[in-house]
């Protein structure tokens, strides 16, 4: 039945409805990349912490800012004791700013080697007279008659000298390593002694040089500080080299020695040097004065006096105002010594194979902030430079946190604005629906033409109104304008619906007058029931009825006079409601028989001369037990092709003018409705079976079933047997269910649906918009086609240009279910409903009810567009006419 095009839509509906939804889900995502997000930032920045732990300790390595607590002496706390014991020679003191580099340095590998470690301090950057030395030699010669030791480390080009001058009497065959030793020429003789090795300190007065000058490329004048330590003695030497070099030529080359003056008048001679000039600090550690400095405080009271940049080319000051600089990492050298040392220990090595080791390691550092002083670009440094200071920004700081809370945030943002979309869109179809349903409660009791009760109205009142009970007084009045036909074809239909609509007025005026009811029947008829009375022959009420026809009506420009026919009926004791309208129908016809215009009561004697009621029930059971029942088939046409695409079978009496409008109802109220319904069913089967034999592709067949019929517990039973008895596949039948059976939450229909699922058979629901009509339940129940009553149709096809009905289609189709709207009997309603989208039609247009044989035929056919109906196909959005 769904047709491609409704599917597509579907689609489209589900994609534009979605979109709040779509929200959620996109919010969700979002939410979701923000928390991977985050969790991949945090492992990339704990990865980075680890290298920001590398860099950091480069920067304790270049700066002054080395955690003392790390350094400790005496028990190794790594591995096994080796019983080794090494004594570190040091040409410096504590204060001095690479000590705890160098001891640090050693102690890490010496710690981890169970190698005993014991320094031995010479001072001698603070002390360095005769007597000083003297007493330095004092304390090693005690020193190295106490304790056995399996070799030496001598730091710095003084320590490296006091162990080449007293060799062979205190380290007699102990393997030395040295390292911190400036003085080239000294390290390499040193280095030839079978038992010494080392490392040559790099001056790093060259590197400092070229750096600053890169940075600096206007420089005219170098001016290098020294002092009067043995280390500043060498370095000056090589810096007085260096101003030979043709690469520096055009460059004044100066010095100042920080010895020769106070701090005061050193710092004043320094603030003379103008832009051009740099300073190189080479080394401050005691003024003319004798007063020993720090490097932090020479270096900041020299850059705080001086107005030109200050390079460095050792550790320290580089937070003290130094610009940059090339620096030992004496941390490394030290931990390359120590190493050395373990294996010559370990005997894995021997110095007196191991010549000169290479240079220590060193790395450029500047100053981010002094570097911003002196306008100095940061761009090719040198690749490893530390750079000290630098300002972090703020994405730097705090992106793994700010680029996650940034997706989540715009995720919730999206999610709460995808909730108040889904949110107004669920009302607005709320509103939707509820507007709809009662529009649809309304049409469903309401007459539209004339706006009093319909004819569903006022069966259901004959059925269940209280006022109608056996044994209450009331009466039954048929009222059938005479000739209305004629009146309507000969003015039009507009003034017959005029002409209708004043007559339900003045009945509905009437019925409220005499405490009854009024409701339009069918075309021109109406029904009235009075309650708490009975009609008389020559009654006042009966005598205004038919008065009030009997006035002028105006007519377009004419008038006219309206006469009616009038059959009415009292109740009885002992007969209900259905049994007294069929006696007022019997007394209408009664009337027209007499010749019109006149008002026939029905009696006892009436009926018994006519067909009783009785006599009804007996031709219906007769009919039932005596095979005299026959199906009609009524072609199902889908609205873009004119192909047939169902039937629907529909029950006849052979032997009686009986309509199953009538004599259902009366099977129903029996309990003969399931004999009925397994009579039907097996005459469709054996009817498909003979189709499906002729080699036909036939489309499926619907059987209609009534509610009353739930009582036949077996009846699936018996529609299996049926459809495997004439060889019809399920797929062939379908089942027309009326909304009653989907509303009462009935548990037996509940396994109804589950049984005829099982077996493979289709529901449709009949007669929508007839009965509850509440649309809630349309979207759960287990079907998939919705048949639109012809009262919906007659109703609203043309008010408001068919909107209503438009939007009831609509929202069906809404709900993934495909539409066939029944009653369809001119061309203009079948292309309007067509226009509304509904998929399929049933109604005389296309075809009345057939007798087997010519459904046969029509089959055959296959087509049943009229010749001037134009089959349209879906492309794309649009639809488009297939040009014939
Ligand atoms: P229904 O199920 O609503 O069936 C559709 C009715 O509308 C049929 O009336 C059909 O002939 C009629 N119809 C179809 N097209 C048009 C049209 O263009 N104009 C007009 N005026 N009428 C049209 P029918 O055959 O008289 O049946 C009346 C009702 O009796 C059915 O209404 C259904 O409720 C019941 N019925 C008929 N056959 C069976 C059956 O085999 N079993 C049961 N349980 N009920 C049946
Ligand atoms: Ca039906
Ligand atoms: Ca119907």
Request: overall charge negative.
């Amino acid at each position: 039945m769904r047709s491609r095009g409704s599917t597509r839509k579907m689609r489209r509906k589900l994609q534009d409805a979605g979109l709040g939804y779509r929200l959620l889900i996109g919010g969700m995502a979002l939410i979701i990349a923000g928390g991977i997000v985050f969790f991949v930032l945090m492992v990339r920045r704990s990865n980075q912490n680890a290298e920001q732990d590398a860099y950091d300790e480069l920067v304790d390595a270049v700066t002054s800012g080395y955690n003392h607590e790390q350094i400790t002496t005496g028990m190794p706390t790594g591995s096994e004791e080796s019983g080794h014991r090494v004594l570190f020679l040091s040409s410096y003191d504590p204060t001095f700013l690479t000590y705890d580099d160098q001891i640090s340095g050693l102690e890490e590998v010496f710690d981890e080697q169970g190698v005993m470690l014991d320094t031995l301090d010479m001072e001698t950057k603070k002390h360095s007279t005769q007597a000083d030395m003297e007493q330095i030699e004092e304390q090693v010669a005690y020193r190295m008659a106490q304790t056995d030791y399996d070799g030496i480390i001598a730091a710095d080009d003084a320590a490296l000298r006091f162990v080449e001058d007293h060799q062979d009497e205190y380290f007699k065959d102990l393997p030395v390593i040295f390292f911190g030793v400036s003085d080239t020429e000294e390290g390499t003789k040193a280095a030839q002694d079978p038992n010494i090795t080392g490392y040559l300190e790099g001056d790093n007065i060259e590197q400092t040089l070229d750096l600053a000058l890169q940075l600096l490329p206007d420089t005219k004048t170098v001016v290098a500080i020294f002092d009067n330590t043995l280390t500043s003695q060498v370095i000056s030497e090589n810096y007085m080299d260096l101003s030979m070099e043709p690469k520096y030529a055009g460059l004044t080359f100066a010095s100042l020695n920080f010895g020769e003056f106070s701090l005061d008048d050193f710092c004043a001679q320094v603030s003379l040097l103008q832009e051009g000039a740099i300073i190189v600090d080479v080394s401050a550690f005691q003024d003319g004065d004798g007063i020993n400095y720090t490097v932090p405080q020479s270096v900041k009271a020299i850059s705080s006096a001086a107005q030109v940049p200050v390079f460095r080319i050792s550790k320290g000051g580089f937070r003290n105002g130094a610009v940059a600089g090339y620096v030992n990492l004496f941390r490394n050298t030290a931990r390359q010594a120590a190493t050395l040392m373990c294996e010559i220990l370990n005997g894995e090595k021997e110095t007196k194979d191991l010549a000169l080791q290479e240079q220590m390691t060193a790395c450029y550092v500047v100053n981010y902030t002094q570097m911003q002083k002196f306008h100095l670009s940061m761009d090719d440094l040198p690749e490893g430079t530390v750079i000290l200071n630098e300002p972090e920004s703020f994405l730097d700081k705090y992106g793994f946190i700010f680029y996650p809370t940034l997706l989540m945030v715009a995720g919730l943002l999206i999610i709460v604005f995808g909730l108040g979309w889904e949110v107004k869109e669920r009302t607005k179809a709320e509103q939707d629906q509820r507007r709809i349903s009662a529009e649809l409660q309304f049409s469903n009791e309401h007459d539209h033409l004339t706006g009093i009760y319909n004819r569903q109205t006022a069966l259901a009142k004959i059925a269940q109104d209280g006022r109608l009970k056996n044994g209450s007084d009331y009466a039954v009045m048929m009222v059938d304008v005479d000739d209305f036909k004629e009146l309507n074809e000969k003015y039009g239909h507009k003034s017959g619906d005029g002409l209708l609509k004043s007559v339900a007025w003045d009945l509905q005026k009437l019925a409220f007058a005499n405490n009854a009811e009024v409701a339009r029947y069918g075309g021109d008829e109406f029904i009235l029931l009075f309650f708490d009375r009975h009609l008389s022959d020559d009654d006042e009420i009966i005598r205004q009825i038919m008065a009030l026809f009997r006035k002028e009506q105006p007519i377009g420009i004419d008038y006219v006079v309206l006469h009616a026919s009038v059959g009415a009926a009292n109740s009885e004791i002992g007969h209900d409601a259905n049994e007294v309208l069929i006696w007022a129908e019997m007394a209408l016809q009664k009337a027209k028989q007499q010749g019109k215009n006149t008002c026939t009561l029905s009696t006892r004697q009436m009926r018994e001369e006519n067909r009783s009621y009785e006599q009804l029930k007996a031709a219906i059971l007769h009919a039932i037990g005596n095979d005299g029942m026959y199906m009609v088939y009524q072609p199902q046409v889908n609205t873009k092709t004119g192909q047939i695409v169902g039937l629907e079978a529909l029950v006849r009496m052979k032997d009686a003018d009986i309509g199953p409008g009538t004599f259902i109802p009366i099977a129903e109220e029996n309990g003969w409705i399931r004999s009925i319904g397994r009579l039907t069913t097996r005459l469709v089967c054996e009817q498909v079976g003979k189709w499906i034999a002729t080699g036909l592709s036939v489309p499926p067949v619907s059987i209609n079933y009534s509610a009353e019929q739930l009582q036949d517990l077996t009846y699936v039973d018996y529609l299996k047997q049926q459809l495997e008895a004439n060889h019809v596949p399920a797929s062939c039948i379908k089942l027309e269910i009326t909304e009653s059976l989907f509303m009462d939450n009935n548990q037996r229909a509940e396994e109804l649906f589950k049984e005829l699922k099982d077996l493979g058979i289709m529901l449709l629901m009949d007669d929508f918009g007839t009965g509850y009509s509440s649309l809630n339940y349309l979207s759960y129940i287990p079907v998939n086609v919705v048949k639109i009553d012809k009262t919906l149709v007659d109703t609203y096809m043309w008010d408001n240009d068919g909107i209503f009905l438009r939007d009831v289609i609509r929202l069906v189709k809404d709900l993934g279910k495909s539409t066939i709207c029944e009653g369809v009997e001119t061309k203009g309603q079948f292309e309007r409903l067509r226009e509304f989208g509904c998929d399929c039609i049933q109604g005389y247009y296309f075809s009345r009810p057939l007798s087997a044989d010519d459904a046969f035929l029509s089959m055959q056919r296959g087509n049943l567009f009229h010749e001037d109906d134009t089959p349209i196909e879906e492309a794309g959005d649009e639809i488009r006419l297939i040009e014939s």
